[in-house]
């Protein structure tokens, strides 16, 4: 008998413990350890995940995705680092007391870093800080028409 497995399909996780369901697809540019990050920083932005609440095991979340203990461990040490999730040794991992403000904070970080980037490509280009501006607004317009 021959296993395949199906690369081209995401694998979903869903836990009732601690109200979280992740979706890792295999062939997303994005590693799969920031795939994991992203979704629980999501979670508990949300709310759906909050403060004191229970994650699976590294262990368990990665027999559960059918990915290495290390990229569960990955994201679970950035994740630690950010101040989002702690972990109590045999207890095991928690959304941290102050996450729903972490994670907010690393989303902000996100944004700054990449509006950074386009200023500078802009800059580079020319563009004078009223042009910037300027198309800035205009940008904004344009997805609050959208959203």
Known sequence: MK????????IIYY????????????????????QIV????????????????PLPTVRQLARDLVVNRNT????YKILEDQGVIRTAGRKGTFVGPNATREA?????????????RVIERLIGDGLSRQEISDVFEAALRLARGRG
């Open 15 to 34: 836990d009732n413990m601690s109200d979280i369901d992740i979706v890792v697809d295999m062939n997303a540019p994005e590693p799969v350890y920031d």
């Open 3 to 10: 296993l395949s497995i199906d690369l081209y399909c995401p």
């Open 72 to 75: 569960v461990a990955r994201a």
């Open 104 to 116: 907010a904070k690393v989303t902000a970080r996100h944004a700054q870093r990449a509006m950074s």
């Open 38 to 53: 992203k979704q629980i920083r999501d979670r508990i932005k949300t709310g759906r995940l909050k403060p004191g609440a």
